[in-house]
């Protein structure tokens, strides 16, 4: 762990696991755990730990990197069941700051300002109907964020179970694997559309109903924001293969 740098905690837990039967749970937890692979290892600076039963965290070395990856899992977890019984999301808290202590593979028992930032939010929004805040050590940029991410969060609780599919394949992610077990690093609408057996329109139309538009600008003015906040407290963000 390198100090003064700075990292993301993501905290989040299940919403909805509780509607599943007994049997089910387990086909829940194994889609929460597939999520976390589809994040680039080498962002990770600690695994993501399942703890609670249906509560999770993990720490990023890319603080500018977080919104994806809580995109990636609650788009995925979106695209698994249909219906309003068995809906299935997250609530997810994102912590960016300094780390005082981080034990290997044991991201739960780690300490510090990220680990507050987002341990306290995730606490707040479960009094509330939002399932997505990010706090960091910069006060005028929460409150930007704050209001992004209310407003990007209710266009999330709308996707349909098609919709959020089409977007969990088409944000950015590790290395795909494809059926053939060809390894793909950039996957194209032609892929995807191959992949869930649908036209490339009908894909795009997916994507634009589900409104990705808007998932691609918050997520480019989120890295926009952290990154140059990170370059003022003149820390570097190391690249993808010097993760500490």
Not at 86 to 97: C, K, M, P, S, V
Not at 133 to 151: F, G, K, M, S, V
Not at 216 to 226: G, L, T, V
């Amino acid at each position: 762990m390198e100090t003064g740098k700075i990292y993301a905690v993501l905290t989040g837990d299940l919403i909805g696991s509780s509607r599943f039967r007994i049997q089910q749970r387990e086909e829940v937890l194994s889609h929460l755990k597939e999520s976390f692979k589809e994040i680039s290892p080498d962002i990770i600076a600690s695994p993501f730990v399942i703890f609670r039963g249906d509560s999770f965290q993990g720490v990023l070395s890319r603080p500018d990197e977080a919104l994806n990856a809580a995109l990636i899992i609650r788009a995925s977890l979106l695209s698994k069941f249909k219906g309003k019984r068995t809906r299935l999301d997250a609530r997810i808290a994102i912590g960016i700051g300094t780390i005082d202590y981080l034990p290997p593979d044991q991201a739960g028992e780690g300490d510090g300002e990220a680990f507050r930032n987002s341990g306290l939010e995730l606490d707040k929004m479960k009094k509330s109907e939002q399932n997505l805040i990010i706090r960091t050590p910069w006060t005028e940029i929460n409150e930007e964020l704050r209001t992004e991410c209310a407003l990007f969060d209710a266009l999330i609780q709308r996707l349909t179970k098609e919709q959020a599919e089409a977007i969990a394949y088409q944000l950015p992610k590790r290395e795909f694997l494809a059926q053939d077990q060809v390894i793909i690093k950039e996957i194209t609408q032609q892929i995807i559309a191959e992949i869930l057996n649908i036209s490339q329109p009908a894909l795009s139309q997916r994507l634009k109903t589900g409104g990705y538009w808007a998932v691609q600008a918050f997520s480019e003015r989120f890295k926009m924001i952290i990154q140059a906040k990170v370059r003022e407290g003149n820390i570097r963000l190391k690249p993808y293969n010097q993760v500490v």
